[in-house]
């Protein structure tokens, strides 16, 4: 009795000769400081094993002969906070017992409003309620409750509930991010020497390509990541068909080589240095595939005598392939671009336009638009140029209204959606980067503020307003590449595709026993991916992928055996 330091308290021996329970009383009190309490037995060898060790058939409790139904899972979940992006069910999983659930009873609201949820029961045990909150979604992101009301056979009624964050229709869902410094080719030292400015998404293999500069004449490499996790699935070769390495740029005056990467159609990736001045040349790299060997598309040589290369974008495929590069100045009387074509697929020459009269020259970011068409901005900007490059005429110039001490730079363009992401940087450290999304069909004369805006919590400086924003082809995803603040991705409603985001209800949690069946339906015929990890709620870099279908149907179902381990299921699409 009274305080003392952490240690062992033993009682003398005893044994047991007769099977039973036996009671025992264990009085804990607690002064000041630290704490800690064990009850363990210590047997005639001096082993010690915790009573309720699941290697001990000693135990501090009977089992039930009756087992109460309980709600297992519910979703949405993130650690944190809950959330729910667009085409992703709510759901709850309640686990039957003894008194059973009465299906009959269950109930579910969205809002105070009841809605007509779809019960199944998977396995004998688990019954899943889910309810798809379309109807419910709006453009911003809203504040959504759910509540599940179900008795059991005793009569004993139940209610779970909870609130959500509910992304809207034309609003960004944060998905997977890669902070700066997380990875040695995504750099943070501020000093814009060092930099990552060109990404690219691969639409065969469905990765992301990004490269990495270790100063204005050092390629640090080309690097191949899983788009859905970000997981690092390689690089690129850096060396030709002979064994060389082409990137040599002190030898060819080429700097910032893989400054800018695009990626066509066919999957051929695509990467461009940069001109600064005259006495610099331009060189356009070319890799059939993501092993194969690279090629020099373009060059080396210097392009006129205006800066040339801060961006390009890249569409088409094979001998239809195209690539528009933006200028890097506002020359008097107008602006300047090239449009690069081939005649075979894998050599390339360019035709210039200009001067074409606008408020903004094309150094920030261009992406194509639909024909003879392109979007570009400057750096630090307040206009998006609309350009008809068949006849060198501006179509529209938008104002735009970036937030206080950020400026637009680097942007990304959705044509299936008709959307564009720019991405607001600093060339100071200390104001958080924002991503803005912008609809294309809203675009006006005056202030045109963004649709939604989501800042990434990231303040380093990004003194050239460099980057990258590329969408899946459908528009599900987007991703953005900030120089010096990292990598981070999105998810977006669809208008015009019908692939979710997710294809099926996430996370299904199961034990060891007979073969299980998770069922999916994406509405689009491409690939899915299942997925499995340990931790409902651990981040997507960290699941693992088992399965993939044959992208023949849009739906079907995943078999899986279980283990002894319980282990949670997501599916998606890898159409995307």
Not at 110 to 121: E, G, R
Not at 253 to 261: D, E, L, M, R, T
Request: aromatic fraction near 12%.
């Amino acid at each position: 009795d009274g305080t003392r330091t952490a240690a062992d308290t033993l009682a003398a021996g005893f044994a047991i000769t007769n099977a039973g329970y036996y009671p025992f009383r264990l009085v804990y009190f607690q002064a000041t400081g630290p704490a800690n309490l064990e009850l363990f037995s210590n047997d005639y060898t001096g082993a010690r094993t915790l009573v309720n060790d699941t290697s001990s058939s000693l135990r501090a409790y009977r089992s039930a002969n009756n087992t109460q139904p309980y709600v297992q899972w519910a979703y949405p979940y993130r650690a944190g906070t809950y959330s729910l992006a667009e085409g992703i069910p709510v759901y709850f999983t309640l686990v039957d017992g003894t008194p059973a659930v009465q299906q009959g009873t269950i109930q579910m609201k969205l809002n105070n409003t009841i809605v007509t949820p779809t019960v199944t029961s998977t396995n004998g045990t688990n019954i899943v309620v889910s309810y798809l909150p379309t109807a419910f979604q709006q453009p911003t992101n809203t504040t959504a409750s759910v509540q599940l009301v179900w008795a059991d056979a005793s009569g004993h009624y139940n209610t779970n509930a909870f609130s959500f964050l509910f992304y809207g229709s034309e609003t960004l869902a944060p998905l997977w991010s890669l902070a700066p410094g997380s990875r040695p080719y995504l750099t943070n030292d501020f000093s814009g020497v060092a930099l990552e400015a060109g990404m690219a998404y691969n639409p065969v293999t469905t990765h992301l390509v990004v490269a990495s500069l270790v100063n204005a004449t050092t390629l640090r490499g080309f690097y191949i990541l899983d788009s859905l996790t970000g997981s690092d699935l390689g690089q690129l070769a850096q060396t030709n068909s002979s064994g060389v390495n082409v990137f040599s740029p002190m030898a060819s005056g080429v700097n910032y080589p893989g400054y800018s990467i695009g990626i066509a159609d066919d999957g051929a990736i695509y990467a461009a240095s940069r001109q600064t001045t005259t006495s610099l040349k331009y060189a356009i790299y070319r890799w059939a595939s993501e092993t194969s060997a690279v090629s020099v598309a373009y060059g080396p040589t210097t392009v006129g005598t205006l800066p040339f290369g801060y961006d390009f974008s890249v569409r088409g495929a094979g001998a239809k392939t195209q690539m528009i590069v933006g200028q890097g100045t506002t020359p008097a009387g107008g602006s300047y671009a090239l449009l690069f074509s081939t005649a075979n697929g894998s050599a390339f020459s360019f035709s210039a336009f200009g001067p074409i009269a606008g408020n903004s020259d094309y150094y920030g970011g261009i992406a194509f638009g639909s024909n003879g068409t392109f979007y570009a901005g400057g750096f630090p900007s307040t206009t998006l140029e609309y350009v008809n490059y068949s006849n060198k005429t501006s179509l529209a110039s938008y104002p735009l209204a970036p937030q206080t001490g950020l400026a637009f730079g680097p942007l990304g363009v959705d044509l299936a959606n008709g959307r564009a992401i720019i991405l607001g940087t600093s060339t100071t450290s200390g104001a958080g980067h924002s991503v803005n999304l912008f609809e294309l069909g809203a675009l006006a004369g005056g202030a045109n503020s963004p649709t939604n805006t989501f800042y990434t919590g990231s303040t380093n400086a990004n003194p050239g307003g460099c980057g990258s924003v590329a969408f899946t082809p459908n528009g599900s995803y987007a991703f953005v590449l900030d120089s010096q603040n990292g990598i981070s991705t999105y998810g977006l409603n669809l208008k015009s595709a019908t692939v979710p985001l997710l294809a099926a209800a996430s996370h299904i949690q199961t034990g060891p026993g007979s073969n299980y069946t998770i069922r999916y339906s994406g509405g689009e015929a491409v690939n899915y991916v299942l997925w499995k990890s340990l931790t409902a709620n651990a981040a997507m870099s960290t699941w693992t992928a088992i399965a993939t279908n044959s992208g023949s149907v849009s739906s079907s179902n995943f078999v899986v055996t279980p283990s002894g381990a319980q282990t949670f299921y997501r599916v998606s699409s890898r159409g995307y």
